[in-house]
Nanobody, 123 residues
Framework: QVQLVESGGGVVQAGGSLRLSCAAS????????MGWFRQAPGKEREFVAA????????NYADSVKGRFTISRDNAKSTVYLQMNSLKPEDTAVYYC????????????????WGQGTQVTVSS
């Protein structure tokens, strides 16, 4: 089992920045690819970004490329999502997830999920 706890969400004005963190405990964190997903009210959960177990490669949704950066610190068992130039359409609950498949964009390929953290971007 892997337990994931997100933090860092909040309310920010458009154009602002936030940094989300996801702390992992349980099984060896460094064995898993990590992903960030988000879900807005009335919408399906969607892929945001993912990072390889080693941290050497990343994958991003087109909607966040150039604005968001995913990173990880295996020594701290933590994955981060730096979000810059935020837009109102980025408003959602953000979830981190751990999976055995390399940087996959599909929700069903992740085995463990956090409880989510709310990000609200005001215009």
């Amino acid at each position: 089992q892997v337990q994931l706890v997100e933090s860092g969400g909040g309310v920010v004005q458009a154009g602002g920045s936030l940094r989300l963190s996801c702390a992992a405990s349980g099984r060896t964190f460094s064995r898993y690819a990590m992903g960030w997903f988000r879900q807005a009210p009335g919408k399906e959960r969607e892929f945001v970004a993912a990072i390889r177990w080693s941290g050497g490669s990343t994958n991003y949704a087109d909607s966040v490329k150039g604005r968001f950066t995913i990173s990880r610190d295996n020594a701290k068992s933590t994955v981060y999502l730096q979000m810059n130039s935020l837009k109102p359409e980025d408003t959602a609950v953000y979830y981190c997830a751990a999976g055995s498949y390399d940087m996959d964009y599909r929700v069903r390929m992740y085995d463990y999920w956090g409880q989510g953290t709310q990000v609200t971007v005001s215009s």
